[in-house]
């Protein structure tokens, strides 16, 4: 039986400097508004918040009734793959596939994770990916090589769905997986990466004009709380 758990880490995911999931959007830190999203969904049965080691303190000080209150548990780690180290082991043993999210990625719609979660019986490895919005030019310290039409590019995202013993593996090689052993999935172009204070209002813009999610229900155990 498929038992899956979420990681979210707050790294970045290319050695960038650190501290974009903490940026708030509408009174928020964007690593809550992006936790939400995994809240309440059945097959889901853990879910891991990665911290910096520098934030954790200020994290437990600030955050931990809340974060204990949804069930979310608290590992650090400087890395993106120290962080997924860390959350790994402290995996229950009954989770058999991971998602692993970029904590500053807060505009995902249900629907997107729906389909992750429904890869997980198919596929090891499993990735959103959209497509490019307008052609890019490809780079070599600051030179200019070639335009690459959009058509044939698309945008890599998180999150991803490992089965378990891909994330060993990627925890070991400190590599995510290759092209080759990821299944691309379509997801909505509005999933971006919160990189500044200045994105702030765009993600604003978009969680609003994200599609909603089927449920009627209440999507998270804070959805009445005004803090």
Not at 26 to 31: A, K, L, N, P, Q
Not at 91 to 103: E, G, K, R, W, Y
Not at 163 to 187: F, N, T, Y
Not at 202 to 220: D, H, V, Y
Request: charged residues 20%; aromatic residues 6%.
């Amino acid at each position: 039986m498929t038992k899956l758990a979420t990681i979210l880490f707050t790294a970045h995911p290319e050695n960038g400097p650190a501290g974009h999931a903490l940026i708030k959007i509408d009174g928020r830190e964007v690593f809550l508004k992006s936790i939400d999203a995994f809240l309440n969904r059945d097959p889901i049965g853990q879910i891991l918040l990665c911290l910096t080691p520098d934030f954790v303190e200020q994290a437990k000080n600030k955050f931990a009734s809340h974060l204990m209150f949804a069930g979310v548990k608290v590992v650090s780690g400087t890395s993106m793959f120290e962080q997924l180290a860390s959350a790994a082991a402290k995996l229950s043993p009954d989770i058999t596939h991971v998602i692993v999210q970029d904590a500053a990625r807060c505009v995902v719609p249900s629907e997107d994770i729906d389909q992750l979660i429904e890869a997980a019986d198919k596929h090891d490895a499993v990735a959103l990916s959209a497509r490019a919005g307008s052609a890019m030019i490809e780079m070599d310290e600051g030179n200019a090589l070639r335009t690459i039409a959009a058509k044939n590019l698309r945008s890599l995202l998180f999150p991803h769905m490992y089965a378990r013993q891909i994330l060993d593996e990627v925890v070991k090689h400190r590599q995510l997986p290759s092209l080759g052993q990821l299944k691309l999935i379509d997801g909505h172009p509005f999933n971006v990466r919160v990189n500044s204070p200045a994105d702030a209002s765009l993600i604003k813009t978009l969680i609003a004009q994200m599609p909603k999610p089927k449920s009627t229900g209440l999507s998270n155990p804070f959805d009445e709380a005004s803090w």
